[in-house]
């Protein structure tokens, strides 16, 4: 069940892990989210990722630097929409995903903080205006020019749901960082001027252009940025589109020539309720399920496997059996899981065909072992009574798991019916096995 | 017999209404009826019946399906709901659990059975699919043997509540439970209950990123 995780490194017999993508999440963040979407990236504790970060601010600034930088180049996002849209569309399921929990309203510090900045500004120029003096001249045109500026980058924050207002709000952000900035830059031009000699006009307007320069460069490149990352996922999402519609067209092409099928067989409803059930099983994987790369996941094969027999084998009365598949973990095949599949089969098989509905199955990947239970309610039979000549239940399904180190245990009576235990040790990560297992082989 | 225990059915395909209203047993009576989310809450909010068979997948309201019904209706107690879909990914099944569903079933589910569900969550109990016993063993990372050994813990499992899970999932009915584990049917459903409330409850780290792998939250 597990999906196949965006980036992680799928190596044989590797337990599936989970890496999620970098991203500032909306949810939780104190700040930017910055320490949030690193935490998530790295699978650590949110409160470590903010202590390092706080604790390396003094070491040169390096926490406050890295924050920053963080800040600008991870874009917004869940980080889990992100690992979900990172897998292929084609392998993704159709059905629209349920929308997420909706958080209570966080409380917007960032924008607080340059709200009371503001003002505290706009106090200053108001008693600058009305005679005060200042002792600090450079501070408050500098102070204008970082708040232009940090108005004017926060839109690198803005997050894209209401695509007009969004635009619109973000033209603003960078009209009114722009003004401020330019103010602030005046400001300092003018002081610099105030006091100069005529040799000196030239040199410092030449300065005062070039930062008026550098103002407008540094306010107009988040812009620049956004628009060049909407490109890039706006060409995503076509692309995606296209793919499903290939998708959609090849489902409603495969139910289609069902229907057909199941019209022209209407007389046969052992047939029919087969080839419903085909299309079911299909359906549901398509619309509901993330689908697995071949090759990639024992639960995919495993349920390649219960598809064949599905298909293939019928019930004592000639009626189709289906079967009730359970799953819990997965992992990347290998060589042993395998033959835990074949031998899989082999029960399933027998308790399609000798058995009696309802027939489940139950995997259970663990650390140490694989684990499979196929059970049917049917009148059971003893093992003992089964002559050695019986090929199917000794050796296809107990000898099969036994050869490669595993066990496997029938436990059969008439009110409970027939229930297969196979488990297979494997090797996550090459750690010994469980005492407990060497003495379940005897059994 | 006792009363029947009033129903009210919410999926927004008429014709399942029909086949689910047509099939229920005497034990229960379908009070009334909704297609989308803001029918539900009303007809919920109207009627406050002691069962709400509720489809995952609900057009209407704000896109949450059958876990925004769920979350609106919380101030009508004494009413309790069961998941009905026909999907059984798990990321469906376990939104509209975490909001406070007392149990989730398949739509293949036959008539009997679905009776049966219904009734005892009237009684308060959890309804386990082996499919959810199956979701929550993954979530609660119980196959790679992390275990609870206090009764107050969260954001694990018991022992107990391990094997119980494990025999729901390879497909043992309560009664089977039981008779495997030697206890009464009744220390299967406290079980059971005990492990539908870690779910509804636990803040496991675990649990989110399972969950987040498959994208719910």
């Known amino acids: 069940m597990t999906t196949a995780p965006y980036g992680a490194t799928a190596q044989a017999g590797a337990p599936v892990r989970v890496r999620l993508p970098l991203r500032r999440p909306e949810r939780g963040r104190w700040f930017a989210g910055v320490a949030t979407g690193l935490a998530a990236h790295l699978d650590l504790p949110v409160g470590l990722v903010r202590v390092v970060l706080v604790a390396l601010v003094p070491v040169a600034g390096v926490g406050l630097a890295l924050y920053v930088f963080w800040w600008l180049t991870v874009p917004v996002g869940d980080p889990a929409v992100a690992a979900a849209?990172?897998?292929?569309?084609?392998?993704?399921?159709?059905?629209?995903?349920?929308?997420?929990?909706?958080?209570?309203?966080?409380?917007?510090?960032?924008?607080?903080?340059?709200?009371?900045?503001?003002?505290?500004?706009?106090?200053?120029?108001v008693a600058m205006r009305s005679g005060a003096r200042l002792d600090a001249p450079w501070a408050l045109p500098v102070l204008v020019v970082l708040v232009g500026v940090a108005l004017a980058w926060s839109q690198l924050d803005a997050v894209q749901h209401g695509r007009a207002d969004g635009r619109r709000i973000s033209v603003l952000r960078l009209i009114g960082g722009g003004l401020l900035a330019a103010a602030g830059v005046l400001l300092i031009a003018g002081q610099a001027v105030g006091q100069g000699v005529e040799p000196m006009l030239l040199v410092q307007s030449g300065v005062a252009a070039l930062a008026v320069l550098l103002g407008v460069g540094l306010v107009m490149a988040p812009w620049w940025v956004r628009l060049v990352r909407e490109l890039g996922d706006e060409r995503a999402a076509r692309a995606r589109e296209a793919e499903r519609a290939d998708i959609a067209a090849h489902l409603h092409d495969s139910v289609l020539q069902t229907l057909a099928l199941i019209r022209a067989r209407a007389d046969d409803p052992a047939d029919v309720a087969r080839m419903a059930r085909a299309q079911e099983r299909e359906l549901?994987?398509?619309?509901?399920?993330?689908?697995?790369?071949?090759?990639?996941?024992?639960?995919?094969?495993?349920?390649?496997?219960?598809?064949?027999?599905?298909?293939?084998?019928?019930?004592?009365?000639?009626?189709?059996?289906?079967?009730?598949?359970?799953?819990?973990?997965?992992?990347?095949?290998?060589?042993?899981?395998?033959?835990?599949l074949q031998a899989t089969r082999e029960a399933l098989v027998n308790a399609v065909v000798h058995g009696r509905p309802p027939v489940s199955l139950y995997l259970e990947v663990g650390p140490q072992s694989v684990e499979v239970f196929v059970r049917d309610r049917g009148e059971g039979f003893d093992?003992?009574?089964?002559?050695?000549?019986?090929?199917?239940?000794?050796?296809?399904?107990?000898?099969?798991?036994?050869?490669?180190?595993?066990?496997?245990?029938?436990t059969s009576s008439p009110e409970r019916g027939t229930e297969v235990h196979l488990c297979m040790p494997v090797g996550g990560g090459g750690s010994g096995r469980g005492p407990d297992e060497d003495e379940e082989r005897e059994a | 017999m006792n009363e029947p225990v009033d129903v009210v059915l919410v999926d927004d395909h008429h014709m399942f209404r029909a086949g689910v209203k047509a099939s229920l047993d005497a034990r229960v009576r379908v009070v009334g009826e909704a297609a989308t989310v803001d029918e539900a809450v009303q007809v919920v909010h109207d009627l406050r019946p002691p069962v709400v068979v509720l489809d995952v997948h609900l057009p209407g309201g704000d896109g949450g399906g059958g876990a925004e019904v769920v979350r609106r209706c919380v101030d009508v107690p004494g009413t309790r709901f069961l998941a009905l879909s026909v999907s059984d990914a798990a990321e469906d099944v376990v939104a509209v659990i975490r909001v406070g569903a007392r149990g989730y079933v398949?739509?293949?589910?036959?008539?009997t059975a679905l009776s049966d569900a219904v009734l005892r969550v009237a009684g308060g109990d959890a309804v386990f699919s082996p499919r959810l016993a199956g979701f929550v063993l993954d979530a609660f990372g119980a196959a790679a043997g992390d275990v609870a050994t206090g009764d107050d813990e969260l954001d694990r499992l018991s022992a107990r509540e391990r094997e119980v899970m494990r025999l729901i999932a390879r497909?043992?009915?309560?009664?089977?439970?039981?008779?495997?584990?030697?206890?009464?049917?009744?220390?299967?459903?406290?079980?059971?209950?005990?492990?539908?409330?870690?779910?509804?409850?636990?803040?496991?780290?675990?649990?989110t990123r399972w969950a987040a792998a498959r994208r719910l939250l």
Request: a positive charge.
């Open chain 1, 85 to 125: 849209s990172g897998r292929p569309s084609a392998l993704q399921r159709l059905a629209r995903r349920q929308a997420l929990r909706a958080d209570g309203r966080r409380i917007p510090w960032a924008e607080l903080a340059l709200g009371a900045l503001l003002v505290v500004t706009a106090g200053v120029l």
């Open chain 1, 383 to 410: 093992l003992d009574d089964v002559g050695p000549d019986r090929f199917g239940v000794r050796e296809s399904i107990m000898g099969r798991v036994r050869r490669r180190g595993g066990t496997a245990r029938v």
């Open chain 2, 171 to 207: 497909g043992y009915t309560y009664r089977e439970v039981a008779g495997e584990l030697f206890i009464s049917v009744k220390t299967v459903e406290t079980h059971v209950s005990a492990v539908l409330r870690k779910l509804q409850l636990s803040n496991r780290n675990e649990l």
């Open chain 2, 106 to 111: 398949t739509k293949a589910i036959d008539a």
């Open chain 1, 284 to 340: 549901r994987e398509w619309l509901y399920d993330d689908r697995h790369e071949p090759g990639t996941s024992l639960v995919g094969a495993l349920r390649a496997v219960v598809a064949e027999v599905e298909d293939s084998r019928s019930g004592p009365g000639g009626e189709p059996v289906a079967v009730d598949v359970v799953v819990v973990g997965d992992r990347v095949p290998e060589p042993d899981t395998l033959a835990l």
